[in-house]
């Protein structure tokens, strides 16, 4: 169940597959137990309140990034921005943490924002590996902001609360945005870029009046969870029939047309994450039959290391994974494993969600396999061989940021603790 994996994954076989074939193998020859419980604990994992949201917080992404909105939220940022040096890199962070906070997926905001800034952004004078960098590291802030796909996957598998991991996510994801803008003011300066304009009240008027159907979104629907008038997945129902009164009868950017073309695209996303979540079941299962969590666990508890130093240990072997797993694998698969380590430690599950999920958000960018680089790299053609020191230093600004939220719990937990 460790050699296996690992050869399949070398030989490039898709995660689910691997996690499938692994099982199979594994019951077969080494597990004790009948072939039925395959799909049985495959129907199991999908069998989830929390997984519901899934499919229409997906839908939603879709629906507001053809549909214009994506764009009147670039315009009201960059009409914030304007009289700040560096305004049009600052707007890329700003535009993908609103984004993020629609979408909740890291690949749909470089996507959606990338398409509309990368260019720009050239344009003023940043080089190609800057612009590329900034733009797939933006992209993993919507893998923190909520509503994030991430977060929902892990309340499901440690079995928390979504709508308290949403709310301990908003710190940490202002955080990271806050230490990108301020790492962007410095490079700006000491490269002498001057693309900023002058702020215009006129001009943040008539982009806020022009925005705020569009900025709406996340108001209405993370403000309902907060205040507890829907649960998350009815949040994620409003948000797609939000989206189409908004796209498709007031702007009028999206055709009806158009907007069965993004529900055939939110299909076959949700199929891919869902098939993942259905095999992550099963081996994770075996995994637990086997006793390999709580075997990890007393191997960990028996070092007597501090707690700081299991942590540093965890971030080091989850910045390993995400380099070469997607998030939702990588969740699926080690929280089984993990939870019951940092339980025996006792940490806050909410708060080692967080950290989890930055972790992973830091994978999506960071070389060789990182998710954003790839969408990021085929959008812009840029080569890897400029991508990747573009990258270097927006992973350096979130390592610290890893490291403020894994041993500064109150930044995770100071919300929930406010709103409790």
């Known amino acids: 169940m460790a050699v296996l994996p690992i050869a399949l994954l070398i030989l490039g076989f898709p995660i689910f597959t691997i996690l499938l074939v692994s099982s199979i193998v594994a019951m077969a020859t080494v597990i004790d137990m009948p072939v039925t419980l395959l799909h049985t ?17 997906i839908f939603a992404g879709g629906i507001m990034a053809q549909g214009g909105i994506s764009q009147r939220i670039v315009d009201w940022v960059l009409s914030i921005m304007g009289g700040v040096r560096g305004s049009l890199a600052l707007t890329t962070v700003g535009t993908s943490t609103v984004f993020g906070a629609i979408s909740g997926s890291s690949p749909a905001t470089v996507a959606a924002v990338g398409g509309m800034l990368y260019t720009p952004l050239r344009e003023k004078g940043y080089e190609q590996s800057y612009a590329a960098g900034l733009i797939a590291s933006s992209g993993a ?4 902001i909520p509503p994030s796909i991430v977060m929902i996957l892990y309340g499901a598998s440690a079995e928390q609360s979504v709508s308290d991991l949403f709310i301990a996510g908003i710190l940490p994801g202002l955080l990271i945005a806050l230490l990108m803008a301020l790492y962007i003011t410095l490079y700006v300066r000491r490269r002498g870029i001057r693309e900023s304009g002058s702020f215009e009240l006129r001009r943040f008027g008539r982009a806020t009046w022009r925005g705020a159907l569009a900025l709406g979104t996340p108001v209405i629907v993370l403000g309902g969870i907060y205040l507890g008038a829907f649960s998350p997945t009815e949040a994620a129902g409003l948000a797609c029939l939000y989206g189409i009164i908004v796209a498709c009868v007031i702007y009028r950017a999206l055709t009806w047309k158009g907007l069965w073309g993004v529900a055939v695209e939110s299909v076959r996303l949700t199929a891919q994450v869902l098939i993942i979540v259905a095999a992550a079941g099963v081996f994770s299962h075996l995994l637990t039959v086997e006793g390999v969590p709580q075997s990890i666990a007393a191997t960990i508890q028996g070092l007597k290391a501090p707690d700081w130093a299991v942590l540093l240990v965890i971030n080091l072997f989850l910045l390993l994974i995400g380099c070469v797993l997607d998030p939702a694998s990588a969740i699926l698969v080690l929280t089984p494993i993990l939870v019951p380590i940092v339980r025996a430690l006792g940490i806050d599950l909410i708060h080692f969600g967080i950290i989890m999920t930055v972790n992973l958000s830091i994978g999506m960018f960071t070389p060789p396999f990182g998710l954003n680089i790839f969408v990021t790299q085929a959008m812009f053609k840029v080569p890897l061989s400029k991508l990747y020191p573009g990258l270097l230093p927006f992973i350096l600004v979130n390592l610290v940021a890893l490291l403020i939220v894994t041993y500064v719990p109150e930044l995770s937990l100071l919300l929930l603790r406010f709103m409790g």
Request: proline fraction near 5%; hydrophobic fraction near 60%.
């Open 141 to 144: 802030i919507a893998s923190i």
């Open 41 to 57: 604990k495959m129907f199991d994992s999908v069998d989830s309140l929390a997984l519901i949201s899934v499919p229409f917080f």
